[in-house]
């Protein structure tokens, strides 16, 4: 299983507006991925009230992690937007 662990770079943390850039980030790579807090339940990463559940701070460690095929491509690309906690997608995701 490949595994990402990073700290959100979202001051607010994965909250409204972070989260459904994130939700939609892990939506496009195709991969299914989970999120978690890092001694926490994984959840489904493409689901909004999963993400939110989950209470990310700003700063905190998170753990993405997929077994699926092309994993490593769309977990890197996942743990790059959390850590520089974009406002908005790249065109790359």
């Known amino acids: ?42 959840v489904n990463a493409a689901s909004m009230l999963a993400v939110l559940g989950l209470g990310a701070q700003g700063g905190e460690e998170i753990v993405l992690a997929s077994d699926a095929p092309g994993a490593d491509e769309a977990l890197d690309r996942l743990a790059k937007l959390v850590a520089e906690g974009l406002d908005e997608l790249p065109e790359t995701v």
């Open 1 to 42: 299983m490949a595994e990402r662990r990073v700290n959100v770079g979202w001051a607010e943390g994965l909250h409204a507006r972070p989260a459904s850039i994130f939700v939609r980030a892990a939506t496009a790579s195709g991969v299914p991925v989970t999120i978690a807090k890092a001694d926490d339940n994984p």
